[in-house]
Each structure stands twice: as C-alpha cells, then as structure tokens.
C-alpha cells in the first residue's frame, strides 16, 4: 500500500465508514464523504455531468461500509438512480428522485415502494424495527432492562393507584382541588384553570384564536360548500360537474 494511503482506523457511528485519523492528509473540501474522497485518492477528480453536478459514488456490492477502491464506481445521478430502480432499492430511489427534483408522483411511488417492502421484510418502524427485535431477542431491550431491575414504569401501577387514593383521601388530587377564576370567580380543577382563565369571557385580556375558521365558499357548478383550500383544488373550475 502507498506510505501515503490514509489511516482508516475509527468508525463513522451513523454510517459504519472509516473516518481518516492521519494528522497530516490533506484534504480539501472537509465535508466530503469519506468514500468519495477514497475514490478520488485512487482515480482522481469526480468527474461532472452536463449540468455541473459531480458523479455520485455508488457501492458496487450495496455494501456502504465496504470503501475499498475496487467496490467505488462514479455515476452520474440519472445512472445511479437506474441501478437501484433496477434493484429495487426504493429507499435510495426516493433520496435520488427528490435530489433530481422529480414529480411528486414519483417520489411518492418511491417512498410508498420502499414503505411496502420494509413492511413485507418486517423491517418498517412501525413494526418495531430489526433493532428492536434483535435486542429483544438478546434480552437487552431497555424494556426487559427495566423490568428486571423493577424500574419498569408499567410496573409500578399499584403503587401509582395507592398514592391517588392517599391523595384523594387527603383532599389534594388535583381533580378535587379547585381554583377560582379572578374573572368570573368560578371553580375550576388545577389542570384546567389556567387554561379557562385564558380563555374567560370575563377576562378583559382574553386570548382570542388568531386562525379563525375561514368562511366556505359556495362552488356554483355542484351548489356545494367548501373550504376555500377545497375549493380551489376541487371544485370551481375544476369542478367535476362543471358543464353539466
């Protein structure tokens, strides 16, 4: 290896890339991706397409950890998006699709693609996520942590219903102590008095909402009412009973 290659020692924590730790490699362009500045140690300057953007590096083996020169290949963004459209990687679909400015169909198709797929590999987040699985599997989810140790706040419930009562029992649950109103001297529970004092027709400072509702506008081709945001997208000129 060149004396002069860098030293690829630490981890990028968010992607898993070597980060460079040689004091002396001077590179200019600091916020450069790691890879890319790889890729240029070895082949030279990134090349640029037509309309002045520079070549996205793409991982041959997909594998965005594997940094070696001969996994590096420098596309332009219209080709780097067709190699993963032809994989199928909607995730990277949808970064490049908003990063070319394309439709918002497109990168909506994209973004509802990769959804479906994380979904069938069970890996969407709402399904509680390959992290979250593994770490259960492991028995070192924070969850299992808590209840182990018995800090686990579902745990606890009996003694949370036992200080309500000691607190309704002393008179000082919040739902039993009253406040009264400077304004209209009503009585009003401690969770919900400062919000009524705003509030109060009597309080001479009274907050007002600011976002009225806005007024409906009567669409003259199907008589119907509609906000004014409905109104402009649907109905009017764009009315689907228009002319008839």
């Known amino acids: 290896m060149n004396k002069n290659a860098l030293k690829l020692n630490s981890v990028n924590v968010r992607h898993g890339t070597p980060i460079p730790t040689d004091s002396n490699a001077n590179w200019e362009r600091q916020p450069m991706t790691i890879y890319r500045r790889i890729y240029e140690q070895h082949f ?38 067709k190699v993963h459209h032809d994989q199928g990687d909607w995730a990277a679909c949808h970064r490049l699709a ?53 800090t686990n706040p579902f745990q606890d419930s009996e003694w949370k219903r036992k200080n309500a009562l000691k607190l309704i029992e002393e008179g000082r649950h919040s739902s039993q102590t009253k406040k009264e109103c400077p304004h209209c001297k009503g009585l009003f529970s401690i969770t919900g008095f ?37 109104y402009k997208q649907h109905h009017g000129e764009n009315c689907k009973k228009r002319g008839k």
């Open 44 to 81: 030279g300057p990134i090349p640029r397409d037509e309309d002045g953007r520079t070549y996205d590096i793409h991982h041959i083996d997909g594998n965005r950890k594997n940094n070696d020169p001969s996994n590096l290949v420098a596309l332009s963004i219209k080709e780097h998006y």
């Open 98 to 150: 908003a990063k070319m400015n394309l439709s918002p169909e497109i990168i909506s198709e994209m973004s509802r693609r990769n959804a479906t797929k994380m979904a069938e590999e069970n890996r969407h987040p709402f399904q509680g996520g390959h992290v979250h699985r593994r770490l259960a599997k492991e028995g070192k989810h924070p969850a299992q942590l808590r209840s182990a140790a018995g």
């Open 194 to 230: 400062q919000r009524h004092v705003n509030i109060c027709d009597h309080n001479p400072n009274k907050i007002t909402n600011k976002y009225k509702t806005p007024e409906k506008k009567q669409c003259p081709h199907c008589l119907g009412l509609y906000d004014p945001g409905n």
